[in-house]
């Protein structure tokens, strides 16, 4: 079946560093990515998306390419803040009878940033 | 977040007693979901559901039951709660569709349930 490995955080670093979260992923045919973001007592909110291979999503600064060739979907940031610290989910959907086009999410990585 | 509301925010029950947690939209989105969020688990799809009355299991539905009676409400009941139950719920609404540029997923902000 489908699925996706992150990174095990937490991570932490100071501000202005330059963060990556590594994610790969395993899945029939063509899933779209996607990064979600949950910030302290919050729902998770969608970051980026790539829906065909050598895509680029961006937002906020951060940016993910869909790798095909390494089934990957590294999210990278140049320059963090504080307030970019959160749990990030990496997650697919593939278009299977299994799936059903369902969002399947990796674990989580937790992101601290500080002063 | 807007369009999506869960009610409790927070809740604690005794063991064994029934609980009912609810997720309403103002989006008319087809589908709809229940996830629990544990430590080191990530989001785990307990119930889903594709329209009015038509729901189906997700990889952690035993001990939770839903119901879906209006496109705008999606229940999610504990039979009879276990501590195991203790966790912080996610309800999730989709259009769905086969547009991948306009598919995602809107969350709401949570239900912290503790079971006692």
């Known amino acids: 079946g489908d699925s996706v490995t992150q990174m095990e955080g937490p991570v932490t670093l100071s501000e202005e560093a330059f963060l990556t979260i590594n994610c790969t992923y395993t899945?029939?045919?063509?899933?779209?990515l996607f990064w979600y973001v949950q910030y302290p007592g919050e729902g998770l909110q969608l970051l980026l998306k790539a829906t065909k291979a050598d895509d680029k999503g961006s937002n906020k600064g951060f940016e993910a390419t869909y790798r095909k060739e390494t089934t990957s979907f590294h999210l990278e940031k140049g320059s963090v803040q504080v307030s970019d610290s959160a749990v990030y989910f990496c997650?697919?959907?593939?278009?299977?009878?299994?799936?059903?086009?369902?969002?399947?999410f990796g674990a989580g990585t937790q992101v601290v940033v500080t002063p | 977040d807007a369009g999506i509301t869960q009610s409790p925010r927070h809740k604690v029950t005794e063991t064994g007693t029934p609980v009912t947690l609810r997720c309403h939209q103002t989006e008319n989105h087809r589908y709809m979901y229940w996830y629990r969020q544990d430590p080191g688990h990530g989001l785990r799809l307990i119930h889903y559901?594709?329209?009015?009355?038509?729901?189906d299991k997700g990889e952690v539905s035993d001990g939770y039951s839903v119901s879906r009676s209006k496109t705008e409400d999606f229940l999610l009941t504990l039979e009879s709660a276990t501590s195991s139950q203790t966790s912080v719920y996610f309800c999730?609404?989709?259009?769905?569709?086969?547009?991948?540029?306009?598919?995602?997923?809107?969350f709401g902000s949570g239900t912290r349930l503790t079971v006692v």
């Open positions: 899945a029939t045919g063509y899933p779209s």
């Open positions: 999730a609404i989709s259009a769905g569709g086969m547009r991948e540029e306009n598919y995602g997923y809107t």
């Open positions: 997650a697919l959907r593939s278009m299977t009878t299994d799936s059903w086009g369902k969002l399947q």
């Open positions: 559901s594709y329209g009015v009355k038509d729901t």
